[in-house]
């Protein structure tokens, strides 16, 4: 797309308010574009609105009018969630009028480089690992993108000498056409998100455009371990100097875990003798710290630490440096969080986990004493990879939400005896509080109840977050 500033006085039209729709709406405003805001939402729930209109940006809600892109449209920004099954995107893509996410806008005006991250699992929190390893490197960091922050906005008062540190989805990667990241990392790519993409070839697709506009002068990180990852690199696509990754192979090249982790490991052991080091093209070899010095517990979690330091060390930070913040650093909320211990059962909250791929990641961190809450939101699998890790690392699980009997079946299949369905209550919270009662009712002392549910929220709740911060109020209250 132009430069923002090449849109003044043409009509500019944001379809979704929300905050990075606020954004860049005011964006736009102040470098003198005709805005227009479109909202599905009533106005009574779009509180945005009343911001806007006191701007003079048009807004309206409820509704798509039939007459919102014309040919007097230049530009159409949407929130990375629309569907370009959405009548308004796809009359601007019939007409031929481009279509962007945020993150288009924010890379064309921002003075400071961005590190953009990508991935089925991981982003957030090594997205902010990296934040926190650049704050302690001197290197000001702004952590922004999907993890809160609009690009936008971080973009609008970064200066030369920060680096931006954007968690970005499929959803905004896909809206973007000259988009390109001084350093990019892809963690990884597993089945997920398939309802909005079509398909897995259109959200590996997604993925890979945050490399498509690197140089050689930038950096791409990517995991060798996964096979999406590894094809990208040997793809002849990606211009960028690559660093891999990986914690079960001896890299010659890269960060890596030694002694590797067997490809099979279902349950890291060893981690005291196993370090961390980085080794260069000219055959030297730096050992960074020691796995088991590590904050965060889990073999993915040294995989997120592995792609977090090749990114803070192509920043420019030094190798001491990243110590501290890599022993000091214990996560984010609602990823395999740590909430309380009762009656001697410790109670983890992972409402993150909303595809297979994550609940079996969170498994493998403990051992297999494990009283699972699982289901949500049914996008069509049959979760039977789940039934191997079932029968290895749970002892009993509490179903619930529209996958409730897929759930329970694959516990079934695996050999488990305690499985219990949670039919729906009278409201979700209440549902999910008796979930909890159901699980305690299940765990003896040295169990673990962890909630990993392996699908969406949105069955019966607006979002993750809310699901997970239910959950730790109710094993609080046990």
Known sequence: MNHPSLYKDQKVIVLGLARSGVSVAKLFHKLGAKVTVNDMKDRQLSPEADELDALGVSVICGSHPEDLIGPDTALVVKNPGIPYSSPPV??????????????????????????????????????????????????????????????????????????????????????????????????????????????????????????????????????????????????????????????????????????????????????AERRIVWRDREGGEREIIGVAELGLPGRHNTANALAAIAACLAAGASAGSLLEPLRQFRGVEHRLEYVCDRNGVAYYNNSKATNSTATIIALRSFAPRIVLIAGGLDRGSDYMELLPHFRDQVKAVVALGETRGKIASVAELAGLTAIKIVEPEEDAESTLRLAVQEAASLAEPGDIVLLSPACASWDMFKSYETRGSIFKQSAHNL
Request: net charge negative.
């Open 90 to 271: 796809k009359q601007a893509i019939e007409q031929g009028i481009e279509v962007v996410t945020e993150v288009e806008v924010a890379c064309l005006i921002s003075p400071a480089p961005i590190i953009g991250i990508t991935g089925s699992n991981g982003k957030t929190t090594t997205t902010t690992w990296i934040g926190e390893m650049l704050e302690a490197a001197g290197l000001k960091p702004i952590v922004a993108g999907n993890i809160g922050t609009p690009l936008c906005e971080a973009a609008q008062v970064a200066e030369p000498d920060n680096w931006i540190v954007a968690e970005l989805s499929s959803f905004q990667l896909k809206g973007t056409t000259d988009f390109r990241p001084r350093i990019a990392l892809l963690l990884n790519i597993v089945e997920t998100h398939l309802d909005y993409h079509g398909g897995m070839e259109d959200y590996s697709a997604s993925k890979a455009k945050l490399f498509a506009n690197q140089t050689p002068e930038d950096t791409a990180v990517l995991n060798a371990d996964d096979p999406a990852c590894r094809d990208l690199m040997h793809s002849g696509k990606l211009q960028a100097r690559v660093i891999p990754f990986s914690t079960t192979q001896d890299l010659t090249y890269g960060l890596c875990v030694t002694p590797p982790y067997p490809v099979d490991l279902t349950e890291p052991v060893g981690d």
